[in-house]
């Protein structure tokens, strides 16, 4: 479960780079 909770923040990241607008 928390492992989830880090994967999501990491893709909120990478999203705010400008990657992929993707919501967890």
Do not use: D, E
């Amino acid at each position: 479960m928390l492992l989830a909770i880090l994967y999501c923040l990491l893709w909120s990241f990478q999203t705010s780079a400008g990657h992929f607008p993707r919501a967890c």
